[in-house]
């Protein structure tokens, strides 16, 4: 039986790695993509290929569709097409709305939410072609209720959450199935900005009285 092909992006490290090394570990052919920590991805690489799988690295940018082709284009060729795709890059914003420039507007929404739109352009056919697959889009709470400074960031998430909803609908009639993870705050260098005082203050916001961990993602996302 023919190995299964997984791609995650923004998968140098974090919730990405966490969820790259998780498909390694069962099995799976990996590919893992970032824009710019070559050194990593690269490293992920090695520790993916620790696992007796094959895994193809990328140094692109999924908010172009120029990179995203490339891309894809090495799929096909190395594995013959996707099984998964995670939609996992993403960068964000902390800021008040009116100190943001319209340059760190378009960034945001050029990796956090079009990058989604072309890796799902180019997957769905694939995946159509097959008659099965799988779509997971990292998103987040603050999708769902919106958080103080980080408007931006919210707003891309929340385009993601009804991006999933719509598309799943699309796809179901192809057996692919589309679904979201809205994580909470979870413990990786993206909320490593905080000082003490304020990560108490999160801490104590969340039920759990804990960050939630990458490897219960990568969890999640793979029993999806």
Same mark, same amino acid.
Request: hydrophobic share 45%; with cysteine.
């Given at each position: 039986?023919? @190995?299964?092909?997984?791609?995650?992006?923004? *998968?140098?490290? /974090?919730?990405? @790695? *966490?969820?790259?090394?998780?498909?390694?570990?069962?099995?799976?052919?990996?590919?893992?993509?970032?824009?710019? +920590?070559?050194?990593?991805?690269?490293?992920?690489?090695?520790?993916?290929?620790?696992?007796?799988?094959?895994?193809?690295?990328?140094? =692109?940018?999924? /908010?172009?569709?120029? #990179?995203?082709?490339?891309?894809? @284009?090495?799929?096909? @060729?190395?594995? /013959?097409? &996707?099984?998964?795709?995670?939609?996992?890059?993403?960068?964000?914003?902390? =800021?008040?709305?009116?100190?943001?420039?319209?340059? #760190?507007?378009? &960034?945001?929404?050029?990796?956090?939410?079009?990058?989604?739109?072309?890796?799902?352009?180019?997957?769905?056919?694939?995946?159509?072609?097959?008659?099965?697959?799988?779509?997971?889009?990292?998103?987040?709470?603050?999708?769902?209720? /919106?958080?103080?400074?980080?408007?931006?960031?919210?707003?891309?998430?929340? =385009?993601?959450?009804?991006?999933?909803?719509?598309?799943?609908?699309?796809? *179901?009639?192809?057996?692919?199935?589309?679904?979201?993870?809205?994580? %909470?705050?979870?413990?990786?260098?993206?909320?490593?900005? &905080?000082?003490?005082?304020?990560?108490?203050? &999160?801490?104590?916001?969340?039920?759990?009285? +804990?960050? %939630?961990?990458?490897?219960?993602?990568?969890?999640?996302?793979?029993?999806?």
């Amino acid at each position: 039986m023919a @190995k299964k092909t997984v791609l995650v992006t923004g *998968a140098s490290r /974090g919730i990405g @790695k *966490a969820i790259a090394v998780k498909f390694a570990k069962k099995g799976w052919n990996v590919v893992i993509s970032c824009v710019k +920590r070559e050194e990593q991805l690269l490293q992920t690489k090695k520790e993916i290929e620790s696992f007796q799988v094959s895994c193809l690295a990328f140094l =692109g940018d999924m /908010g172009k569709m120029e #990179d995203c082709a490339a891309l894809f @284009k090495k799929i096909k @060729k190395q594995f /013959g097409g &996707l099984d998964v795709l995670v939609n996992n890059a993403g960068i964000s914003y902390i =800021g008040l709305l009116q100190d943001m420039k319209p340059e #760190d507007w378009d &960034l945001i929404v050029h990796t956090n939410l079009t990058s989604v739109f072309n890796c799902c352009r180019l997957a769905v056919p694939m995946m159509v072609e097959k008659q099965q697959g799988k779509i997971i889009n990292i998103s987040s709470v603050w999708g769902i209720c /919106g958080a103080s400074c980080e408007v931006a960031y919210s707003a891309t998430k929340g =385009g993601i959450n009804a991006f999933t909803k719509a598309l799943a609908k699309e796809l *179901a009639p192809s057996h692919i199935q589309v679904n979201a993870i809205a994580c %909470g705050a979870i413990d990786t260098e993206m909320n490593h900005f &905080l000082d003490d005082e304020e990560l108490i203050g &999160l801490i104590e916001e969340i039920p759990a009285g +804990r960050l %939630g961990q990458a490897e219960e993602v990568a969890d999640l996302a793979y029993h999806l």
